[in-house]
């Protein structure tokens, strides 16, 4: 096999990129801060991956903020969250309009408070004519939900046979090609339910020693390196 080029000018870039932005706590512990200080952080190192993700032409990033199972943490964290999402969404609204990033949601935005689902679809509404990277925001998103609503989606449109392209077809992601590299800052091994089904053939980074706040985009760098000199088979030789 023909050795790779990997140098940074010449790689192929992962067409989609997800990351799960974990470690906002342990940050805010580190440093003697309550919890709610790291997402704050966190929030704030998102939108600089992003448009770092945008400058140098990633077409799909999908970011993991608030987990089906995010809901069972203590309900002043969870309320700290839900304000900064307003906090954040109100500040795209009026920044993110200069970018050319289309920003929309994965998951079911239904259980946020209304002001919230009126934001994001005002987000989504005034970005949707972008044509630079698409960024898909999973906010009360889980893998396993997203595949029973799409398996129920398919029983009611009367189907009593499903293929594989029927499900993709039905998720959130339907149209998007499945994540290349799927990133995951502080240490944990494991996905905590993040993009199940799309996940099949992702390349893993997983970066022990690192929490999303201190995330730079020179870690991103070294993460979409490493994926570079994966050699992905696919089952095949
Ligand atoms: C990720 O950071 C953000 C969310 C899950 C909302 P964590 O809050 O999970 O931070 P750690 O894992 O406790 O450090
Ligand atoms: C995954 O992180 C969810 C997000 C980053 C939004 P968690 O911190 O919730 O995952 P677990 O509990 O460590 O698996
Ligand atoms: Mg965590």
């Known amino acids: 096999m023909a050795k790779k080029d990997l140098s940074r000018a010449n790689r192929i870039l992962p067409e ?4 799960i932005m974990d470690g ?3 940050w805010a512990k580190k440093r003697g801060l309550p919890r709610p200080a790291g997402h704050r952080a966190g929030a704030k190192n998102f939108r600089t991956i992003t448009r770092y993700c945008n400058s140098i032409g990633i077409k799909y990033l999908t970011v993991y903020a608030f987990s089906t199972e995010n809901w069972r943490r203590p309900v002043e964290e969870v309320n700290a969250l839900m304000k900064l999402f307003r906090e954040y969404l109100e500040e795209a609204l009026r920044d993110f309009r200069e970018e050319n990033i289309r920003t929309r949601f994965i998951g079911d935005v239904t259980a946020f ?3 919230l689902q009126a934001l994001i679809k005002e987000t989504e509404e005034l970005s949707s004519d972008k044509t ?3 960024l898909n925001i999973a906010m009360n998103y889980g893998g396993r939900t997203e595949l029973c609503r799409a398996v129920n989606q398919l029983i009611a449109s009367g189907k009593n046979e499903v293929k594989e392209q029927d499900i993709s077809n039905a998720l959130y992601t339907a149209t998007q ?3 290349d590299l799927i990133i995951r800052p502080s240490g944990e091994y494991r996905s905590s339910n993040f993009l199940l089904w799309q ?3 992702s390349e893993y980074v997983f970066m022990n020693d690192i929490l999303w706040p201190d995330f730079t985009t020179e ?3 070294k993460a979409i ?3 570079c000199g994966r050699n992905r088979r696919y089952g095949g030789l």
């Open 16 to 19: 989609h990129i997800g990351i």
């Open 132 to 134: 630079g990277l698409t």
């Open 199 to 201: 996940s099949a053939y």
């Open 219 to 221: 870690d991103l760098e």
């Open 113 to 115: 408070s209304p002001d």
């Open 177 to 179: 090609p499945d994540p």
């Open 24 to 26: 906002n706590g342990r």
């Open 225 to 227: 390196d490493e994926y």
